[in-house]
């Protein structure tokens, strides 16, 4: 009897899982039916950048009905790791990337992209120049989603009811954190923890000191290991000076981005260095409404004897997206990478939503309506008689990422040399 | 049943397979990519010993081990005996104080990884965390960062061992409570103080127990990741590196596959090696004990 009934639910399972495999394919048949998988480093999907990307996405599946979009967001961090771990096993059909050597050299080289065709594009008016990054040996692996600048936020009431002043040069920005410090207000709130704000703040004060040589001593010392020039070894100790000076929150080199985020948009801290994404920040809610209404930029002030002007910034096109070479819808993920790009969408979109400047052109999209935070973005970028390219850490391989990001920690809280870590990075080339 | 060759090979063979598929094969897979140059991505080659070369004279490898050996340290000599003595005198106090202070102690434990990392981080916190308040609070300037160069391992043994400090109660509170009332009572009979009782017989019959969780602490210590990698993630610098972390940091972050994999061929031969000295030294002291015993009983015999 019990034989009898073990067979019988044998007998049953099998019909399952052929019925279930039979009723798959008869769907793949079909033919109508497509699910595209987005892979996304925005994981906030009700804020800034991750909201615009789903408002794209869901109006992508209300016009194509037969297609249905998973998206699985992560931060940065651990994007980066589970990318990885795609790239062995089957990549989603759309993924976000970095146009930079630190992330996509490898990831190109692996032939886990799929190529683009430029011809698409010529109307989607990109800035000249910012497809350079997505764009190896002539072919184009991915689009640009930012024109990111290395920006100071910081809070303009504070400043105007304590008598502070925009510093001029580097030395006013170090004199300017001792008033700070001296009300007991944390002068500049520093995510330390993650490295790479640090290295963006490195690559910022090196762009002052060499301007338009910025890029060639960059990369001539990321193809050699030597990182002996003169200006790195200078810029490296003017981040030290600044950590000495206490223009950083106590404990800068251990915190987070939201913990450094938080410092100043409780007005614990008086301005924060991060890029222009968090421009979002004058419309987000969350924060007290007398703080995101005051928050203002200034960019690197300039350095004496450097060759960079105050209109020089430090400003790159980092993150954007690319379709997987092994997509097995690859047309209709082309389809929906080409309707994000549309001028009216992510450019669009984001610049009503305040997250910052795209990497195409914006200004059919000005509205009147914009916060002062992101006109000051706009006229930095415009007024800019130069910009940087990429920073220093996405310069070179991921080995070099990861040793700078960690290394820069030490050699600012002084617990490294500066020859010690210009040698230690140089050495993560090799 | 038992005798069948069949069934016993079909109650193996489970077992068997997990072991070959979830372990073995994935060592022999690490050992292979050990001898390569892979990224994790796309073709590789073969660089021999180049790994292992380059391995032996990284700072950061062997600062993680020498991390490892503090925390080991800090296990067995700190976590452990306190952890004995709680469980030895929770073991005393009896009705409902026992199971309340059992479950106090044990709570750390059942909070997730991820909770405790971000629970220390606020009380770590040198700008509004807990810990600076108090020291505030008591007249102290209370401004000391805690995770700086020259504090922050410290500051990662400490939440490490308050972490795992009930686990290790809990089973040395287990052994306790197998240990024979008997004894107890005719040592008290006897005149014998709690002390002498902690120390004459607690102590001695609790030594397999602590062999089992001494070795597992040394284990622990060398494997530890998870905590360090949410708490300091290695930093600053390299202070707080952990092999586990670091290891994974140069598999998934530096796209150094190949040379991740000979960080943990080299860590799990330590991980190993450790295991067979620990029990060696526990046997020997085991044999040493039991030849003076039977020694001793020959003389009295005789």
Known sequence: MKRKAVSAVMAAAMVMTMTAGAGSMALAEEGEKVTLKVFSNLPDRKNGQGLVEQMIIDEYMKENENVTIEVEALDEEAYKTKFKAYSMEGMPDVVSIWGQPAFLDEVVDAGVLAE???????????????????????????????????????????????????????????????????????????????????????????????????????????????????????ATELLKAAADAKLFQNGYDSQDYGTAMNLFTNAQAAMFYMGSWEASMALNEDIPEEIRKNIRIFTMPVIDGGKASATDITAWNGGGYAVSAASKVKEEAVRFLNYMYQPDKLSKYGWENGVGMSAQDQSPYMTDNETELQMQIVEAVNNATSVSGTPINDCGLSAFKTSIESEIQSVSNGSMSVDDFLSAIGAACK | ?????????????????????????????????????????????????????????????????????????????????????????????????????????????????????????????????????????????????????????????????????????????????????????????????????????????????????????????????????????????????????????????????????????????????????LNGIFAERDERKQKRGKRGTAVYEG
Not at chain 1, 137 to 151: E, H, I, M, S
Not at chain 1, 177 to 184: L, P, T, V, W, Y
Not at chain 2, 229 to 235: E, S
Request: charged content about 15%; overall charge negative.
């Open chain 1, 116 to 234: 683009l065709n430029p011809e698409d594009y010529t109307d989607y008016k990109f800035i000249e120049g910012s497809l350079n990054g997505f764009t190896y040996d002539g072919k184009l692996y991915g689009l640009p989603r930012n024109t990111d600048v290395a920006c100071i936020y910081y809070n303009q009431k504070m400043f105007e009811d304590n008598g502070w002043e925009i510093p001029e040069t580097y030395d006013d920005l170090l004199a300017l954190a001792e008033k700070i410090s001296a009300k007991d207000i944390i002068p500049m709130a520093m995510d330390g923890g993650d490295g790479w704000p640090m290295a963006v703040y490195l690559s910022d004060v090196l762009f002052k000191l060499t301007g338009e040589d910025y890029s060639a001593v960059v990369s001539n010392a990321v193809s050699t290991g030597d990182f002996s020039d003169e200006n790195l070894k200078k």
């Open chain 2, 1 to 277: 049943m038992y005798s069948n060759k069949f069934v016993i090979f079909s109650l193996v063979l489970p077992g068997l397979l997990l072991f070959l598929f979830a372990i073995l094969t994935p060592i022999c897979l690490s050992i292979y990519y050990g001898f390569t140059d892979y990224t994790g991505m796309g073709t590789w080659k073969m660089v021999g010993w180049e790994n292992y070369r380059k391995l032996m004279h990284d700072e950061a490898f062997w600062m993680s081990l020498r991390n490892s050996l503090f925390l080991a340290i800090g296990f067995i000599c700190i976590q452990h005996p306190l952890a004995l003595i709680v469980a030895a005198v929770l073991d005393k106090i009896k009705g409902r104080g026992e199971n309340f202070f059992r479950c106090i102690y044990f709570i750390p434990n059942v909070i997730s990884v991820a909770v405790i990392a971000y629970l220390w981080k606020f009380i770590y916190n040198p700008d509004f965390g807990l810990l600076n308040n108090i020291i505030k609070a008591f007249g102290g300037k209370g401004d000391i960062n805690w995770f700086s160069a020259e504090y922050a391992i410290w500051s990662v043994l400490v939440v490490l061992i308050w972490h795992g400090f009930g686990w290790g109660m809990l089973i040395y509170y287990t052994g306790i409570k197998n240990i024979d009332p008997v004894l107890y009572e005719a040592a008290s009979i006897d005149g014998a103080d709690q002390k002498t009782m902690f120390l004459k017989i607690t102590l001695p019959l609790m030594k397999p127990v602590i062999q089992v969780n001494v070795t597992m602490a040394v284990i622990s210590a060398l494997k530890q990741m998870e905590t360090v990698y949410l708490l300091t993630n290695g930093g600053p610098g390299n202070r707080t590196q952990f092999a586990a972390n670091y290891l994974y940091q140069q598999a998934f972050k530096a796209f150094k596959y190949g040379y991740g994999n000979a960080i943990s061929v080299v860590f799990v031969i330590i991980c190993l090696v450790t295991t067979v000295v």
